[in-house]
T-cell receptor, first 113, second 111 residues
Framework: QKEVEQNSGPLSVPEGAIASLNCTYS??????FFWYRQYSGKSPELIMS????GDKEDGRFTAQLNKASQYVSLLIRDSQPSDSATYLC?????????????FGQGTILTVHP | DTGVSQDPRHKITKRGQNVTFRCDPI?????LYWYRQTLGQGPEFLTY????????KSRLLSDRFSAERPKGSFSTLEIQRTEQGDSAMYLC?????????FGPGTRLLVL
């Protein structure tokens, strides 16, 4: 079992729809969770961080964390073609908040007009 | 604030040559990280500095790889005797607290 797992997709949604991206992680003691967006040929760009159970909203993005189920998700409302990218889930595994991030392999999202 | 910068952005080298990459973190970020990313995969952790101290190294980091962060400012990553399997994007990130911000990366191609 991988330490951080994502469905590699591709996930295709129509413009204006909600895109739902999912991530599971192996270490129950993990404390810090991040979503990054990566356009082809570019470096990862931070979208959101989440540390507590529940939902965290920032504009069209909502991150959801369920530590009991070891599950973190990202919802993108009113999806736009410019949202087409690879979305990376990253976790500080273990009980520390600093140090290395462990990434999933990324989910490719395509938003079609 | 300027972001994380990396130099060079692209490097083509022949197998067996040594290469060195530089990373300048966001000012006042005391933590600096190196990752490597190959096509279709998420970034993989290589090493991590807090100030000038190298706190963790991945088992992926063979003896051919070395990283330094003198004076706790910029960092260098050197790869000796490059191999074709070293071809990848090398990413640097920095943080003051939990959140890591990435530079543009250095794309290495070993022929």
């Amino acid at each position: 079992q991988k330490e951080v797992e994502q469905n590699s997709g591709p996930l295709s949604v129509p413009e204006g729809a909600i895109a739902s991206l999912n991530c599971t992680y192996s270490d129950r003691g993990s404390q810090s969770f991040f979503w990054y967006r990566q356009y082809s040929g570019k470096s990862p760009e931070l979208i959101m961080s989440i540390y507590s159970n529940g939902d965290k909203e920032d504009g069209r993005f909502t991150a959801q964390l369920n530590k009991a189920s070891q599950y973190v998700s990202l919802l993108i409302r009113d999806s736009q073609p410019s949202d087409s990218a690879t979305y990376l889930c990253a976790v500080n595994l273990g009980g520390t908040s600093y140090g290395k991030l462990t990434f999933g392999q990324g989910t490719i999202l395509t938003v079609h007009p | 604030d300027t972001g994380v910068s990396q130099d060079p952005r692209h490097k083509i080298t022949k197998r067996g040559q040594n290469v060195t990459f530089r990373c300048d973190p966001i000012s006042e970020h005391n933590r600096l990280y190196w990752y490597r990313q190959t096509l279709g995969q998420g970034p993989e952790f290589l090493t991590y500095f807090q100030n000038e101290a190298q706190l963790e190294k991945s088992r992926l980091l063979s003896d051919r790889f070395s990283a330094e962060r003198p004076k706790g400012s910029f960092s260098t990553l050197e790869i000796q005797r490059t191999e074709q399997g070293d071809s990848a994007m090398y990413l640097c990130a920095s943080s003051r607290l939990e959140t890591q911000y990435f530079g543009p990366g250095t794309r290495l191609l070993v022929l």
